[in-house]
């Protein structure tokens, strides 16, 4: 684990906006089923779960409380815009790994708000003593799979017809993983050395 530890809330800049990111807590619940509601059915594919439905919304807030997901909002104006969650298991054989999810709204796609969340991601996975992030994507989305390879992400598995959406269309599922032990010089890479203790 790094010594420093990321404080929340805390502002960035995003596209020319100002954006607040904060701890996912209970009182968000309202807010975060609103903005799920805004994501297309396709775009939530490559999740283990079905987050519209509000009892698998609560089982993520309570598992932020439990220290078993560390998940971070991003608001514009008070609406959120984005999220993010690393599931962690401390019991498995693979408690050194994080499994890495990224929700943007449609409209702030392609204005670096995703670089910004995964850059506090890797701050967080560095905090949280983790060696590996795992992430997953359908692989009919290349944007985004080439949006995680620019941050280090490397194809580790590829699921063959793995996720079904609810008009029974199959999509095969892409696994890819990043050594965050790499994270400091990539983050040094990208122009934003001292992010640790930033």
Request: charged residues 20%; aromatic residues 6%; negative net charge.
């Amino acid at each position: 684990m790094t010594d420093a530890v990321r404080a929340y809330p805390r502002s960035v800049s995003c596209g020319g906006k100002t954006i607040e990111l904060s701890l996912l807590t209970a009182q968000d619940q309202a807010d975060l089923e609103a903005f799920v509601a805004t994501i297309p059915e396709h775009d939530l594919l490559f999740l283990s779960s079905d987050i519209t439905h509000k009892k698998v919304l609560n089982a993520w807030i309570r598992s932020t409380k439990t220290g078993r997901v560390k998940s971070l909002l991003a608001r514009e104006g008070g609406v959120i815009i984005g999220c993010t969650a690393i599931v962690l298991n401390i019991l498995s054989w693979s408690r050194h790994v994080g499994e890495l999810r990224v929700l943007l709204a449609p409209e702030w796609r392609g204005q670096g708000l995703g670089t910004t969340l995964m850059q506090e991601c890797f701050v967080q996975a560095l905090e949280l003593g983790l060696e590996k992030l795992c992430m997953q994507a359908t692989v009919d989305q290349p944007a985004a799979i080439v949006g995680f390879e620019n941050l280090g992400f490397r194809a580790e598995a590829l699921f063959h017809n793995h996720v079904k959406d609810s008009e029974g269309r199959l999509y095969d599922l892409a696994v890819l993983s990043h050594d965050v032990a790499r994270v400091q010089s990539r983050m040094a890479a990208l122009g934003i050395p001292g992010a640790i203790g930033a």
